[in-house]
Antibody, heavy 118, light 112 residues
Framework: QLQLQESGPRLVKPSETLSLTCSVSGGSISSTTHHWGWARQPPGKGLEWIAS???????YYKPSLKSRVTISIDTSKSQFSLKMNSVTAADTAVYYC??????????WGQGTLVTVSS | QSALTQPASVSGSPGQSITISCTGT?????????VSWYQQHPGKVPKLIIY???ERPSGVSNRFSGSKSGNTASLTISGLQAEDEADYYC????????????FGGGTKLTVL
């Protein structure tokens, strides 16, 4: 049974960098049939896809976030990570990591609420 | 890249069928067969219920079905049950010089 678990600071100050890691267990992060991605959901609002990465490091970003976001993968640790710089209150959201197959997100982490506040 | 367009809310009575639309463009829904749908109950993690327009993951009820025509995808739920009350999101592969994924704004389904 695949499991994904997000980890990282729950509180980030405005203008600083949000950093999250997703640990993958119960399946291979080096799968050639899946991508690994991040999505978020501001409180009371809808879902927003952020980025995804393939095991070989190929990356894909939401165009409007691309300038602030970096996704990376460490296959030796079975982890992938998200960094988002210059955060504002608008980046406050539940952040989910997920396994993707052909742009569908079939497996999700439990999500972690990240609050941007001073 | 604006979000895919979904109605904010739909409702139906138990046993009825409802359809949720998801309208995109020729750069996303209209071009690719990679449309998916998610069900999210309050405070819960989204759950994939339809992928590749009309395929159901193992374990998802056959009361859920998906289709697509042109730039609009649709999710139909037949034999509505109280437990179907949730938010539903569509999602599509898209490309504009580079590939990405785009969600709809979400639809709140109320079972009357």
């Amino acid at each position: 049974q695949l499991q994904l678990q997000e980890s990282g600071p729950r509180l980030v100050k405005p203008s600083e960098t949000l950093s999250l890691t997703c640990s993958v267990s119960g399946g291979s992060i080096s799968s050639t049939t899946h991508h690994w991605g991040w999505a978020r959901q501001p409180p009371g609002k809808g879902l927003e896809w952020i980025a995804s990465i393939y095991y070989n490091g190929n990356t894909y970003y939401k165009p409007s976030l691309k300038s602030r976001v970096t996704i990376s993968i460490d296959t030796s640790k079975s982890q992938f990570s998200l960094k988002m710089n210059s955060v504002t209150a608008a980046d406050t959201a539940v952040y989910y990591c997920a396994r993707e197959n052909r742009s569908s997100l079939g497996d999700w982490g439990q999500g972690t609420l990240v609050t941007v506040s001073s | 890249q604006s979000a895919l367009t979904q109605p904010a809310s739909v409702s139906g009575s138990p046993g009825q069928s409802i359809t949720i639309s998801c309208t995109g463009t020729s750069s996303d829904v209209g071009r690719y067969e990679f449309v998916s749908w998610y069900q999210q109950h309050p405070g819960k993690v989204p759950k994939l219920i339809i992928y590749e327009v009309s395929e159901r993951p193992s374990g998802v009820s056959n009361r859920f079905s998906g289709s697509k025509s042109g730039n609009t995808a649709s999710l139909t739920i037949s034999g509505l049950q109280a437990e179907d009350e949730a938010d539903y999101y569509c999602c599509s592969h898209a490309e504009n010089s580079a590939p990405y994924v785009i969600f709809g704004g979400g639809t709140k389904l109320t079972v009357l």
